[in-house]
T-cell receptor
Framework: DTGVSQNPRHKITKRGQNVTFRCDPI?????LYWYRQTLGQGPEFLTY????????KSRLLSDRFSAERPKGSFSTLEIQRTEQGDSAMYLC???????????FGQGTRLTVV | KQEVTQIPAALSVPEGENLVLNCSFT??????LQWFRQDPGKGLTSLLL?????REQTSGRLNASLDKSSGRSTLYIAASQPGDSATYLC???????????FGKGTSLLVTP
């Protein structure tokens, strides 16, 4: 069990550029979640995968955001045409079933300049 | 919509004190509740998970209780240490949906 891994840890990008983040969940976990956290706030839910199926998306996930989980393994979160308001910590979590603990990665800190 | 509130927002205590962090939620139809710790600039570390049918969970110096009917949970930290300094987050999972709904956290500082 190596934990949830997220890459990159930090990303600085210019407004209007596209960025992609990767999350590798704990190997046997079939549930995967993306959250966004801004300074002084708790994490806010973005989207949820059960295996490769994206089963829930928050209204926060505008059409500039897309997430995938091919083959039910790692997941990617892409933000197109980044805006300054996208600056935040993007957190990935995984769990083995809904009743079990969710484990979080170290996050990807995005700064849009 | 589930609202989660954590009180106090910040807390400073001398080392050795026992302390209680509070979490309240507006919709009692929850699946489970989880307490996390977050160090500055880092991800979340899971501390305790309480299922809706449980009243409390314990891990070392930590004890979390759940009163689902009143929409409250408390995290009790015994004999606090400077290494306990962090932000503590409470999150609930509703019966409907898959998301964890988080409070804003309690920022704890334990001074030597």
């Amino acid at each position: 069990d190596t934990g949830v891994s997220q890459n990159p840890r930090h990303k600085i990008t210019k407004r209007g550029q596209n960025v992609t983040f990767r999350c590798d969940p704990i190997s046997e976990h079939n549930r995967l979640y993306w959250y966004r956290q801004t300074l002084g706030q708790g994490p806010e839910f973005l989207t949820y995968f059960q295996n490769e199926a994206q089963l829930e998306k928050s209204r926060l996930l505008s059409d500039r955001f897309s997430a995938e989980r091919p083959k039910g393994s790692f997941s990617t979160l892409e933000i197109q045409r980044t805006e300054q308001g996208d600056s935040a910590m993007y957190l990935c979590a995984s769990s083995l079933g809904t009743v079990r603990e969710a484990f979080f990665g170290q996050g990807t800190r995005l700064t849009v300049v | 919509k589930q609202e989660v509130t954590q009180i106090p927002a910040a807390l400073s205590v001398p080392e050795g004190e026992n302390l209680v962090l509070n979490c309240s939620f507006t919709d009692s139809a929850i699946y489970n509740l989880q307490w996390f710790r977050q160090d500055p600039g880092k991800g979340l570390t899971s501390l305790l998970l309480i299922q809706s049918s449980q009243r409390e969970q314990t891990s070392g110096r930590l004890n979390a209780s759940l009163d689902k009917s009143s929409g409250r949970s408390t995290l009790y930290i015994a004999a606090s240490q400077p290494g306990d300094s962090a932000t503590y987050l409470c999150a609930v999972r509703a019966n409907s949906g898959y998301a964890l709904n988080f409070g804003k956290g309690t920022s704890l500082l334990v001074t030597p």
